[in-house]
Nanobody, 128 residues
Framework: QVQLVESGGGLVQPGASLRLSCALS????????MGWFRRAPGKEREFVAR????????YYGDSVKGRFTISRNNAKNTVSLQMNMLQPADTAVYYC?????????????????????WGQGTQVTVSS
């Protein structure tokens, strides 16, 4: 059974940093690309970041580029999202998701339909 468990969310002030982690079990972690998405209240799910199977290639949504960094540890079956310079607009529930065993086309990297299993999400709230 595939299980993803996110952690690290919380309430922070604007300009602060947070680091989210996602632990995966039930799959050969290193064989899959991984992604982070978020959903803010009243909004559609938004792509945040994606990382290749070996961690060498990363891809970000425009709204987080330059502030967020995705990384993975294949020895520990974890993927992380370092979030810096957080803004109120970053307030959302953040989800990690299992991608593909193939690198695929770039057009699919931000499409949630190309991701399989999802975690339960972790709340990030940015407020003064």
């Amino acid at each position: 059974q595939v299980q993803l468990v996110e952690s690290g969310g919380g309430l922070v002030q604007p300009g602060a940093s947070l680091r989210l982690s996602c632990a995966l079990s039930g799959l050969a972690f290193s064989a899959y690309t991984m992604g982070w998405f978020r959903r803010a209240p009243g909004k559609e799910r938004e792509f945040v970041a994606r990382i290749s199977r070996d961690g060498a290639n990363t891809y970000y949504g425009d709204s987080v580029k330059g502030r967020f960094t995705i990384s993975r540890n294949n020895a520990k079956n974890t993927v992380s999202l370092q979030m810096n310079m957080l803004q109120p607009a970053d307030t959302a529930v953040y989800y990690c998701a299992v991608g593909s065993t193939l690198e695929g086309k770039m057009a699919t990297w931000s499409n949630p339909n190309f991701y399989g299993s999802w975690g339960q999400g972790t709340q990030v709230t940015v407020s003064s």
